[in-house]
């Protein structure tokens, strides 16, 4: 039996383009020809047209109502403004929209042409995420961003002068050159915005991007000898977590921050374990299915085989209960709510439940979580290790596959 938040439905649209490739950036994304920006929305919009179908052929419920809908990247500010038409038009001929529905696009600040603007207004985008990473100008030039803080305040302007003041920005805390003070002036600047939400991460260091193979290789390339330490990252996220609080918006997910009742209707989706239909390059999907399975699906990270009209298949796994059990800890621990043993009991049944509650004891013996009132959540220090912690709670039962969401 499907519940009430099954019934409606968000939309992720990757877009990969890029004017350039940032050194710490390791999603699927990259600097290709204008030429495959048509391309590129014709696929998109052939698998939008051809979602129920698949969704029927893998036995799957395909809300056909639309709450959230959200345009990452890439740069999706890049596409031409008729692009963006024609994507909203093939949306709206295939779903329903709710009248709030939350839509989002990412921007990179100094790359929203006005008529880009016009046509995301039109489309009714009320949310918009702005790619910052810094507001000290040396360090977003060294990064690969085009930027300077003055761009980004007329950036914000111009949104909130054509009706969007839902916007937010995103800090990264340990790019090259970084140092606590000009943390702490980036901090200053983002709170003088008045923006009602912000994104804080801290620098992965992994192969998926230049400067993290650059890292892992000790080598100096993408200034990687400019980069703080881990102490001085994990510094810099909790003196943006009292900052932000200080400035009201309060920290409700390990990377995220907002004013009451601005929360990421999209992002809380994936935490909160609703469905969601991923199209593009490398995006991701979930859907139910009456049996109370649970389908992931993810598309290539090749380009030209996504452009491939013969391509049409994706990477799908199969979640049981199992594995559900253990995604609904890893993403539930994520936001400050925690997870309700309660309701983990009622979904799961009290015997599956068991083992896990014991790991959740454990750790909180060892202060990574708090177990009060029925929720447990990860504790301050538990966050700066979260991966860790949610690694305790995979492999409690006999061999499973775990799927990631992006």
């Known amino acids: 039996m499907l519940t009430p938040d099954h019934n409606a ?4 649209f990757s877009i990969p383009f890029c004017r350039a490739k940032c050194t710490y950036c390791n999603f699927a994304s990259g600097v290709y020809p204008a030429s495959e920006h048509s391309r590129y929305v014709a696929r998109l919009i052939h698998d939008l047209a051809a979602a129920p179908a698949w969704a029927q052929s893998m036995q799957v419920h395909l809300p056909r109502q639309v709450d959230t809908i959200y345009f990452g990247g890439g740069t999706p ?9 024609q994507i909203f038009a093939a949306i709206r001929d295939q779903f329903q929209l709710t009248p709030d529905a939350e839509i989002t696009i990412e921007c990179a600040p100094g790359q929203l042409p006005d008529d880009t603007l016009a046509a995301m207004v039109a489309a009714g985008v009320n949310r918009v995420s702005l790619g910052v990473q ?8 060294l990064s690969g961003r085009f930027h300077t803080r003055d761009i980004v305040l007329q950036d914000l302007r111009r949104l909130r002068a054509a009706g969007i003041p839902n916007l937010n920005i995103d800090l990264l805390a340990g790019l090259a050159d970084q140092t606590l003070a000009s943390w702490r002036e980036s901090l200053a600047v983002l709170r003088d915005t008045g923006v009602p939400h912000a994104s804080v991460y801290m620098l992965e260091i992994d192969e998926d991007s230049r400067l993290g193979r650059e890292l892992i290789e000790g080598g100096i390339r993408y200034s990687a000898g400019l980069v703080p ?22 920290q409700y997910e390990i990377s995220n921050f907002a004013q009451p009742g601005m929360e990421s209707r999209h992002n809380l989706r994936y935490w909160q374990r609703r469905p969601y239909l991923g199209l593009g390059l490398d995006a991701s999907s979930m859907f139910y299915a009456e049996d109370k399975m649970v389908l992931r699906a993810t598309t290539t990270d090749d380009l030209p085989e996504f452009l491939d009209p013969a391509e049409t298949a994706h990477e799908t796994s199969w979640l049981g209960p199992t594995q559900q059990l253990e995604e609904a800890w890893f993403l539930g621990l994520r ?13 799961f049944g009290p015997d599956a439940v068991a083992p896990s509650i014991a790991v959740a004891h454990r750790l909180a013996a060892d202060g990574l979580l708090s177990t009060a009132k029925n929720f447990v ?4 220090r538990g966050r700066l290790i979260s991966n860790d912690v949610f690694a305790e709670f995979l492999g409690l039962a006999p061999a499973h596959h775990t799927a990631q969401s992006k």
């Open 77 to 85: 500010v890049l596409l031409a403004p008729e692009l963006f038409t």
């Open 9 to 12: 439905l968000g939309l992720y």
């Open 229 to 250: 330490n881990d102490d001085t990252i994990a510094q810099m996220y909790e003196e943006a977590v009292t900052s932000l609080a200080a400035s009201g918006l309060a």
């Open 377 to 380: 959540r990860l504790t301050d």
């Open 335 to 347: 936001r400050n709510a925690g997870v309700s043993i309660r309701a983990l009991i009622t979904e």
């Open 134 to 141: 810094s507001f000290v100008d040396r360090e977003a030039t």
